[in-house]
């Protein structure tokens, strides 16, 4: 069986060591001294001033969306995976589809501006697959209606534009290290703000809202990270770098195969930006290729090599959303036709020489 992905996993010994620590420690949860070591170093590995590090990657959005006092209507995009939107939904806010860019999967800055109304407050796009969206346009955008941008950046872990971390866009970037994601922390995840005083506030929405023993300075909810994960943070830091490199390998053995068939059309690395190979999407053009996406799903499943479509069905498909004005299919003809042409095809660093051509041995004819 080849999967879509697979966990990068820290060496056992070495976590063991650092659990021996834990346990002699008897401190285990609470900003002890790994959680505030893997808050520094992902700091300065991700080039971005602050770093809060959170129990997963979906509440470090739910609490940007507090902590910014951001309410009524949010821009955002359907192609992405559930988290996006649910975040909106658990702070009460109405999320408003926007349609994507074929180019990049991202959020269309060109359609954003005709989508905004007086209740619109913020913008939430995502970087989808890791690609850098337009952050310069958006940006513009916000400055000029006076929003505040989150971006939900669960797949841009590492990701830079010219040299800058892409994290640094918008209010605040949120980070997911679920275990299928570049970098894990079996579930995990963290906030990337610009200052400070930001970051004693997450600090403390992340933690009930205690701001000292006994003062609470807000409705904050429990996201913190523990020590055990935050060890494994750390140790599996050391080993991204490698691992992306041999996504990257990866990467390339798919296009060189692939780039010859009729019908199959895929990403190609964006100048000036140093990617991460989180996913690896083809786009199958069924008139062309002469099979439909969920036929050679099928078949790829047959044979054991499991792609996932992501992301289908788009969020503004599922019963929660569908009913909402922004999600009619008119309104999304993009983001449609990349959720049922779509196949991730199967990424991650341990992918053989020999499960890569089983792989395209099921695409290319
Ligand atoms: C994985 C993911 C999340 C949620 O992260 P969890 O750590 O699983 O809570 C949010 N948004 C996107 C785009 C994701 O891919």
Redesign the pocket.
Known sequence: MITVTSPLLPDLDEFYGMLKEIWNSKYITNNGSFHKQLEKELASYLKVPYVSLFT????P?ITALQALRVTGEVITTPY??V??THALWWNGIKPVFVDVDLKTGNLDPDKIEAAITPKTTAIMP?H?YGKPCDTKKIQEIADRYGLKVIY?A??AFGVEVNGESVLNAGDMSTL???A??VYNTI???AMVMHDEKTKQRIDYLKNFGFAGETTVVGPGINSKMDEVRAAYGILNLRQVDESIAARREVAVAYRNALRSVDGVSFFDDMPGVKHNYSYFPIFIDERKYGMSRDDLYMKMREAKVLGRRYFYPLISEFSTYRGLESADPNNLPNAHKMANTVICLPMHHTLSKEDINRVLDQIVK
């Open positions: 997963n990657g979906t509440l959005l992405s995976f988290a996006t995502v989808v939900d669960a797949h997911s290290f679920h299928t994601k579930e995990g995840g």
